[in-house]
């Protein structure tokens, strides 16, 4: 179909002479993704025609389309052909409806034909067996056109069970909207598809006039394939947390946990300041702060984010879709070559997720993909507990994480001191002592081990 993430979602696309029933309440993109199809596949060779029956007049149609980026008006007429139908099937019914359109087809020839709404027709059968009579003929007729099929209607899960219409179709795309706390979330799902291993689950997508915007779900299953990978350790910008991890695996993920304000950000800037000045390309994608606040950040240690080596993504955290972001900072990551990647924070990602599997999802495909591709990962996560941290996460993304840096306040005396202890390295031995830091203008700087009434 030519719409590159959602052929990815239905396994390369639909067959060429396929029925396909796009269903979902109204405002959910119906009748934008049925015209974005037809203007993806309208060709001189096999035109597109677009019936419309009674749900919506052509001219409205017409003027919505035309507010579309991909709205060719130069194919309009010429291999892009609309034709209402609804004064026929108004006047005359439902055997009309059928003798026009074959009319209308077989002067177009077309190679996609697009009814919406197909639901509004069920209106015109007087009995619930001449409706069926009616499925029959059309379909049969469609299926000796040879061409490709779109039935648009506004089915709920109870009528997609129940009429005939999905008995007969090849593939059904559902698309829906609903509310996550204060988040309106879109979700599109195939729920049947003939001869295609499609990607099963909810899918996000976005609507704007480029079109609908889909982002297939991160849900990768182990991966057994081997990959290369490099022997030589990557500094962490720290020459004694260095020491204290042996450094960090190419292609690894390091989790920075600690309680507000102890340094989480600052330690993972210092990852990719660090690369920048050996020729390792870093991209930090942050939810916190504006590029403006960070860059200010920054600047207070002697760094500069403008490095050509180094790319910033900011995106808020108060309307994110976890799907586009995830896909965002992947392609953005390949497509300026970064082997160093900073993600902060795991806490916003785990708010903007529908629940906490799906988040587990999210975090285990991401760090997958990353390490498969030689990037490697740092992410930080708040912790609420200011002293004595019992539990890092209810979320399970340790576990995923290659290095685990927990970085925590401490008590000495009248003063509140600050401490960073390496819990874990995966394939690698480590130092588990908690040393006191400072931060510096210089950034962060490890020192000697703490005493134990300091701890």
């Known amino acids: 179909m030519a719409i590159p993430r959602l052929d990815q979602v239905l396994g390369g696309g639909i067959w060429d002479d396929a029925l396909t029933m796009i269903t979902g309440d109204p405002g959910t993109g119906k009748t934008l993704l049925a015209q974005q199809i037809v203007f993806a596949n309208a060709t001189p060779e096999r035109p597109s025609l677009y ?132 988040r309106q979330m879109r979700m599109l799902q195939v729920l049947k598809l003939r001869g295609s291993d499609f990607m099963s689950g909810q899918h996000g997508y976005r609507l704007s006039a480029d079109g609908l915007h889909v982002f297939p779900r991160l849900a990768d299953p182990p991966d057994q394939h081997s990959y290369p990978f490099s022997e030589q350790r990557l500094t962490s910008g720290i020459s004694v947390l260095d020491s204290m991890t042996g450094g960090y695996w190419p292609g690894s993920s390091t989790l920075a946990a600690g309680p507000s304000g102890v340094g989480k950000t600052v330690l993972g800037m210092s990852f990719i300041v660090a690369g920048a000045e050996t020729g390792e390309r870093g991209l930090i994608a942050t939810l916190q702060e504006n590029p403006t606040q960070l860059a200010r950040a920054a600047a207070g240690f002697g760094w500069d984010l403008s490095h050509p080596q180094i790319d910033l993504l900011y995106r808020s955290s108060v309307d994110l879709y976890v799907d586009e972001w995830v896909h965002t900072v992947l392609e953005r990551a390949e497509r300026t070559g970064a082997s160093r990647l900073m993600v902060d924070s795991l806490g916003d990602l785990a708010h903007a997720s529908p629940d906490p599997i799906r988040f587990r999802e999210y975090v285990y495909s991401f760090v997958q993909r990353c390490a498969t591709r030689g ?81």
């Not at 069920?122 to 469609?142: G, K, V």
């Open 51 to 182: 019936v419309s029956t009674v749900s919506e007049p052509m001219e409205k149609i017409l003027r919505y389309g035309r507010s579309l980026s991909f709205f060719d008006e130069d194919a309009v007429g010429k291999y892009a052909f609309y034709e209402d139908l609804g004064g026929v099937l108004d006047e005359r019914g439902l055997p009309a409806f059928v003798e026009r359109l074959e009319a209308v087809i077989a002067e177009h020839r077309p190679g996609l034909i697009v009814i919406d709404s197909f639901k509004a027709l069920h209106a015109f059968a007087q009995e619930p067996s001449d409706f069926r009579w009616f499925l029959h003929d059309i379909a049969a007729r469609l299926s000796a056109t040879g061409a490709a099929a779109l039935w648009v209607g506004e089915y709920n899960a109870d009528e997609i069970s129940r009429e005939p219409e999905f008995a007969v179709a090849d593939a059904i795309i559902s698309l829906s909207s609903e509310m996550s706390s204060e």
């Open 375 to 455: 990037v490697s990962v740092f992410l930080t996560m708040e912790v609420p507990d200011l002293f004595h941290l019992n539990r890092l996460s209810e979320l399970g993304v340790s576990n995923m994480s290659d290095n685990v840096i927990l970085l925590q306040y401490v008590r000495s005396d009248s003063r509140i001191k600050r401490a960073v202890t390496v819990l874990k390295t995966r394939a690698s031995a480590h130092e588990p002592e908690v040393r006191r830091y400072r931060i510096t203008d210089r950034g962060i700087e490890v020192g000697d081990p703490l005493e134990a009434y300091e701890t």
